[in-house]
């Protein structure tokens, strides 16, 4: 069974960093593609970042280019994003995803974890 | 605010269909990009429900239909259950964001 499981989340000060994290299990880790979508409160999903299979390609929203840094770890099955720079709009709940094969789209979601930047 | 546009809201009687539009553009859907769906129950993760031209994972009913046309899709419903009733999402890629594009959502509600 397909999991992704983030962590890392909580109160933070504008300005401030952290970095979440996406422990997956359940499928081929190092085969597929990833990425972080968020929620704000009440609103729809915007896309984060992605990261390729292989890690050498990352993409962002413009909204957190400079800011925020999408890896991996292909040993210990995780996804990381680095969050650099907090600003009050960065509050949201953080999905990590799985990019499907052939296409783009996500075929399974983490659980989600909430991001608050707020002084 | 959203690159796809979506209605806030449906609504239809058990048994009954509906259909939710995903409008996008030139640079997204009108591209030839695929369009896929996503329902998000309440206080839940968002999940997977077709992606491309009607291909749905195991799992999900054949009440659930895609389409797209020109820079357009639409996810149609019938048989509207009780359980339906949740946020449905719509999702593309955009070449001249260089990303993923999502509507806003709209809540389906099973009156």
């Not at chain 1, 422990?23 to 390729?52: C, D, K, M, N």
């Amino acid at each position: 069974e397909v999991q992704l499981v983030e962590s890392g989340g909580g109160l933070h000060q504008p300005g401030g960093s952290l970095r979440l994290s996406c422990a997956a299990s359940g499928f081929i880790f190092s085969s597929y593609e990833l990425t972080w979508v968020r929620q704000a409160p009440g609103r729809g999903l915007e896309w984060v970042s992605y990261i390729s299979s292989s890690g050498s390609t990352e993409y962002y929203r413009d909204s957190v280019k400079g800011r925020f840094t999408i890896s991996r770890d292909d040993a210990k099955n995780s996804l990381y994003l680095q969050m650099n720079s907090l600003r009050a709009d960065d509050t949201a709940l953080y999905y990590c995803a799985r990019v499907g094969r052939g296409d783009n789209y996500f075929d399974y979601w983490g659980q989600g974890v909430l991001v608050t930047v707020s002084s | 605010q959203f690159v796809l546009t979506q209605p806030p809201s449906v609504s239809g009687a058990p048994g009954q269909g509906v259909t939710i539009s995903c409008t996008g553009g030139s640079s997204n859907i009108g591209a030839g990009y695929d369009v896929h769906w996503y329902q998000q129950l309440p206080g839940t993760a968002p999940k997977f429900l077709i992606h491309g031209n009607n291909n749905r994972p195991s799992g999900v009913p054949d009440r659930f239909s895609a389409s797209r046309s020109g820079a357009s899709a639409s996810l149609a419903i019938t048989g509207l259950q009780a359980e339906d009733e949740a946020d449905y999402f719509c999702q593309s890629y955009d070449r001249s964001l260089s990303g993923w594009v999502f509507g806003g959502g709209t809540k389906l509600t099973v009156l």
